[in-house]
């Protein structure tokens, strides 16, 4: 699960995240590393360490796919 896009539902989901803690993990975005969970004081590090395989930091942008181009090129016979 992204931390940085979750709404606070998803977030509940998460071992011992309520819903106090799925607002203070909104509060403190974006993350660019789970740890940081940790190191802005958001969770505890024994409640981060028991989700810590379930969640991720995705940056904007990454992992997104580029549209893909199409490349039309016109016949060199005179034809439209």
């Known amino acids: 699960m992204d931390i940085n896009s979750a709404g606070r539902k998803e977030l509940m989901t998460l071992p011992g995240i309520g819903k ?3 607002e203070k993990i909104i509060a403190h975005r974006p993350y660019l590393t ?3 969970l940790v190191s802005k004081g958001v969770l505890p590090t024994g409640p981060f360490l028991s989700l810590r395989h379930q969640v991720v930091a995705m940056q904007p942008g ?3 796919r580029r549209p893909s181009r199409t490349v039309v090129v016109a016949p060199m016979d005179g034809r439209p």
């Open 20 to 22: 106090a803690e799925a």
């Open 34 to 36: 789970k740890t940081e």
């Open 62 to 64: 990454v992992g997104k």
